[in-house]
């Protein structure tokens, strides 16, 4: 199976949170990050999160860890319709490259 | 912060014909670079690193004299799709990071490559 997996869609609607789940299979991962890629764009950095914290909190954006079940979540607060796009959940084991997720298509309606 | 610029953004190539991307990062120094591959509404498959001043490291199933990858400096590192086939249609993406950062790796804007 996949070393990343994150669920495909998610909808809601404007203002209020998007909450984005993700699963990974590596216990010695050091670095997790969260990616925003809306159409035709590159990947861009949102946050990223060190194995041995719990929580970080940026403007809108609050990462959730739990190590013992190796989940990450992506709350966006208030969200908003330019929030649309795919979001990636990556690992990095050590100081090697990264594992994707195959990607959540979050879309934002009015 | 680190930019990693990617051209071109876009390119259309005739079946047999070879196209070099290039991924250069702005304004930091990278020893090592990435090049993703990533197909319709899939994640990105890594298919080499690159190494500046020598070979790049190619995944498994990544056809090494098919994708050259060339990292003649620091801050530069080419993707060339040679002989390219209409399968190698796809979207193309290189990162970076810079040097003693062990975190937050800068992507490119990707190229779309289309063979026809």
């Known amino acids: 199976g996949e070393d990343v997996e994150q669920s495909l869609f998610l909808s809601v609607r404007e203002g209020d949170s998007s909450v984005i789940n993700c699963t990974y299979t590596d216990s010695s991962s050091t670095y997790l990050y969260w990616y925003k890629q809306e159409p035709g764009a590159g990947l861009q950095l949102l946050t990223y999160i060190f194995s041995n914290m719990d929580m970080k909190q940026d403007q809108r954006l609050t990462v959730l860890l739990n190590k013992k079940d190796k989940h990450l979540s992506l709350r966006i607060a208030d969200t908003q319709t330019g929030d649309s796009a795919i979001y990636f959940c990556?690992?990095?084991?050590?100081?090697?490259?990264?594992?994707f997720g195959k990607g959540t298509m979050l879309l934002v309606s009015p | 912060g680190a930019v990693v610029s990617q051209h071109p953004s876009r390119v259309i190539c005739k079946s047999g014909t070879s196209v070099k991307i290039e991924c250069r990062s702005l304004d930091f120094q990278a020893t090592t670079m990435f090049w993703y591959r990533q197909f319709p509404k899939q994640s990105l498959m890594l298919m080499a690193t690159?190494?500046?001043?020598?070979?790049?490291?190619?995944e498994q199933g990544v056809e090494k004299d098919k994708f050259l990858i060339n990292h003649a400096s620091l801050t530069l590192s080419t993707l060339t799709v040679t002989s390219a086939h209409p399968e190698d249609s796809s979207f193309y993406i290189c990162?970076?990071?810079?040097?003693?950062?062990?975190?937050?790796?800068?992507f490119g804007s990707g190229t779309r490559l289309t063979v026809v």
């Open positions: 990162s970076a990071t810079p040097i003693r950062e062990f975190y937050g790796y800068t």
């Open positions: 990556a690992e990095r084991r050590g100081y090697s490259t990264l594992t």
């Open positions: 690159s190494n500046e001043g020598s070979k790049a490291t190619y």
